[in-house]
């Protein structure tokens, strides 16, 4: 139920229709269409995800009780763990890369790949599942990225990412859960 609920979703968001814009360069309605099948046939086998639809407040000290020191400082303080630290860096079996502070799934393995930052990278994301903001934390720009549940950061996206879609989303793994597929 819950798993049907999800993919309905992904199906009526305005990204799965024809073509969508990122960073200026369009993607075409196969690239699309191919990225869709994937996710579905991966979310599909015995996985259910939670509904995204309903945010997550929580105060500081719910948080902290919630939450590994390390998670909190990451996910609250938008703080960066040391490259090459995470065990989810080498993870490569399927599953879904779910938010640690809420659990809402914001990648499937199908979208990993090995950037060599010793950083999580994925070249998209579950579509709706995460937010975007500009950051100027080391001077120029970069745009920062956060769970559309509950907040908490997650890393930042570059323009430097594989086919097809260009991005390379770098994501702190301690701030992602694996859930394996199956
Ligand atoms: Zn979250």
């Not at 509904?51 to 996910?75: G, I, K």
């Not at 609250?76 to 659990?103: D, V």
């Not at 903001?133 to 990412?161: L, M, N, S």
Request: aromatic share 10%; charged share 20%; hydrophobic share 40%.
């Amino acid at each position: 139920m819950k798993r049907r609920s999800l993919l309905l979703t992904l199906a009526s968001l305005p990204f799965a229709a024809g073509s969508t814009t990122v960073f200026g360069a369009s993607r075409s309605g196969a690239d699309i269409e191919a990225m869709h099948k994937r996710w579905r046939d991966l979310l599909a086998p015995g996985f259910e995800p939670p509904a995204a639809a309903d945010t997550l407040q929580l105060d500081e000290s719910q948080w902290r009780a919630r939450l590994s020191a390390e998670q909190f400082h990451v996910l609250r303080e938008e703080g960066t763990e040391r490259p090459f630290t995470s065990a989810l860096n080498g993870e490569k079996r399927a599953g879904i890369f779910a938010c640690a502070g809420c659990e809402l799934p914001l990648f499937s393995s199908a979208m990993k790949y090995d950037s060599g930052t010793g950083w999580p990278s994925f070249f998209t994301t579950i579509p709706g599942a995460v937010q975007t903001k500009r950051d100027f934390a080391i001077v120029w720009p970069r745009t920062e990225y956060h769970c559309a549940r509950c907040g908490g950061h997650q890393g930042h996206v570059f323009e430097d990412g594989p086919a097809p879609t260009g991005e390379r989303w770098c994501n702190n793994g301690v701030a992602l859960t694996f859930l394996a597929a199956g």
